[in-house]
């Protein structure tokens, strides 16, 4: 059906003025009554816009179908989880065909033991519309599951108890729970937090089985709204820890996973600005801290003792290393952190020597441009670490890594239906210069054999905020582009964390201006390098990479061949001085 003339032309909302004030500073708002949702006249104007993609759209029908199925026929829905050893059991999950949702199963002492089913995820959804699992944790003596399940799609998770031996559920069943459960080491008390009004995780109660959850003690309450609360267990299985955090400040307390009825006792009381986070190491809590390092470094204390005053120092920081955490083995302790953009491991061997005389070795990988990050390693006496691997050319990735032998153990690789050969693509990074004089890094991936003529389409994709990280990892869906002859670009710019937190800081508040120069030097680079023309690229972003995508338009439009801008936070005044969101 062809688009009539009415229906190509872009519906405009009406412009009401809506006079508002804040500090005495008065301003008008002509859009400002597109906030109500409930107004028939901004649903009318939605169901104008959504009329208009569908007629604008409608000449691509064809080849949206052929996309969609040349997507769907690189997927494998039949797949198995590499199992994890925890104590005398594999545990795994897998997925089967025409089947929505994973079953999680294990093994008794061997990987050719028959297979015990703990949880059906697509029995626990019949007859819901909606199903999300949140937490899936096995208490330690592997008798019992608490699991918890949302029906509702509002995050309000219902905790239910699952005897493995019968099948059957105990009578504790725990409302508005959020995404954190751990058990205390008898495997008859578990802790878990729950929600306020505004589904703030702010609450951590202790329960123990058998007993009505409406009496359960309330062990922790955080009262300030620009906190939340979560749990976790160490690897040790010594302690739980309720951690405490803002978007500037973290502040995490202990309990003994022996002694759960315990009071909790802070590590390091809150200061504004003060971030870190505790592992747990034989007579040491293993402190990673930004006091007095701006990207980070390591200190230990005692167990009894874990305030500031008693730090020591065991790795120190690095300006523009950005370390992210420590894993504690029990002989190895594992830095997760980023070196020139790209996340990279490192493992120290623990000895009685002094930590500075500590052997260090970084983890080797074969691309130039990749990400890593840990993978399930609940055990800890262990020298194997699980960790995952992927680029833009290599599909998912799971290792084992020998950190005393040190070598890497290939366990599994995510199929790529359709016979994808990475060989065929070639992935780079590249530097863009910025306004400033700043080296922006770019991550590319193209097809093998492309001419730097200026004729290749591009997508380039951006964020760039809350310092989150664009890490370049693989996508099936992508290669549908890449097939076509485009370049796929990631912009790592300022407002994000790739370089470190002063990276972070260089993209926020006032000088968040350089989240969207940077990206538009990006695009000038890689025009310049004779990979595309202005218009043919494309420039992608959501949610706050949707903010990016509104600047760039506006800063500079000839710089880009199109927009996508997802859910776009493009409201962003009127939304920062709104305090019911």
Wanted: aromatic residues 12%; hydrophobic residues 35%.
């Amino acid at each position: 059906m062809t688009a009539t003339t009415d229906q190509l032309r872009p519906p405009l909302a009406p412009r009401r003025p809506q006079p508002l004030e804040r500090h005495s500073d008065w301003r008008v708002d002509h859009y400002f009554w597109l906030r109500e949702r409930e107004d028939p006249d901004v649903l009318a104007y939605i169901k104008a816009e959504n009329d208009y993609t569908q007629a604008a759209m409608a000449s691509c029908n064809d080849l949206q179908d052929q996309l969609y199925a040349e997507m769907r026929a690189r997927i494998q829905e039949t797949d198995l989880s590499v199992p994890v050893r925890r104590d005398a059991y594999f545990y795994y999950s897998r997925t089967e065909d025409d089947r929505q949702y994973p079953i999680f199963c294990r093994k008794l002492g061997t990987l050719d033991a028959p297979e015990e089913i703990l949880l059906d995820q697509n029995e626990l959804a019949e007859g819901h519309g909606f199903t999300e699992l949140g937490v899936f944790v096995v208490s330690p003596d592997h008798r019992l599951l608490a699991y918890s399940v949302d029906h509702a799609g509002d995050e309000h998770y219902t905790l239910v108890i699952k005897d493995l031996s019968t099948g059957a559920h105990l009578p504790d069943v725990i409302p508005n729970t959020y995404y954190s459960v751990e058990w205390a080491n008898d495997s008859r008390t578990l802790f878990y937090n729950t929600l306020d009004d505004a589904a703030r995780p702010f609450k951590a109660f202790r329960h123990h089985l058998g007993e009505d959850p409406a009496a359960d003690q309330m062990i922790f309450h955080e009262p300030e709204a620009k906190y939340y609360l979560s749990l976790r267990k160490s690897k040790s299985g010594r302690y739980i820890f309720i951690q405490l955090f803002s978007s500037m400040t973290r502040e995490e307390w202990f309990i003994p996973a022996d002694l759960p009825t315990e009071p909790p006792r802070v590590v390091q009381p809150r200061r504004h600005g003060h971030e870190y986070h505790t592992t747990h190491h034989g007579e040491h809590f293993y402190i990673t801290t930004n006091d007095q390092a701006l990207d980070f470094r390591v200190v230990r204390a005692p167990l009894a003792t874990p305030e500031s005053a008693h730090w020591e120092e065991v790795i120190p920081h690095v300006p523009g290393v950005k370390l992210d955490r420590v894993e504690a083995f029990q002989d190895h302790l594992v830095l997760h952190l980023r070196e020139q953009g790209l996340r990279a491991l490192h493992v120290l061997h623990v000895t009685d020597d002094a930590p500075a005389q500590w052997p260090r070795h970084a983890v080797d990988f074969p691309d130039a441009v990749y990400t890593v990050w840990g993978g399930e390693n609940p055990t800890f006496a262990t020298t194997t670490l699980r960790l995952s691997y992927s680029s833009l050319v290599t599909p998912h990735t799971v290792y084992d890594y020998d950190m005393t032998a040190r070598q890497l153990e290939l366990k599994k690789r995510q199929p790529v239906l359709g016979g994808y050969d990475p060989a065929d693509y070639v992935t780079e990074r590249l530097w863009a210069t910025a306004e400033d004089g700043t080296q922006v890094p770019m991550s590319l991936v193209y097809r093998r054999g492309l001419a730097r003529d200026g004729s290749n389409p591009t997508w380039l994709y951006g964020y760039g905020s809350y310092g989150a990280s664009s890490d370049p990892v693989f996508n099936s869906n992508r290669l549908s582009l890449l097939e076509r002859g485009f370049v796929f670009a990631i912009a790592h710019v300022r407002g994000g964390g790739e370089m470190g937190r002063s990276w972070y800081n260089q993209g926020k508040l006032l000088q968040k201006r350089n989240t969207f120069t940077d990206f538009i030097a990006c695009a000038r680079h890689l025009v310049s390098q004779g990979y595309t023309a202005h218009d043919r690229i494309v420039a992608q972003g959501g949610s706050a990479g949707g903010m990016l995508m509104g600047a760039v338009a506006n800063l500079a439009p000839q710089a880009f061949g199109g927009i996508v801008a997802e859910v776009p936070f493009v409201d962003v005044l009127n939304t920062m001085l709104d305090d019911t969101l």
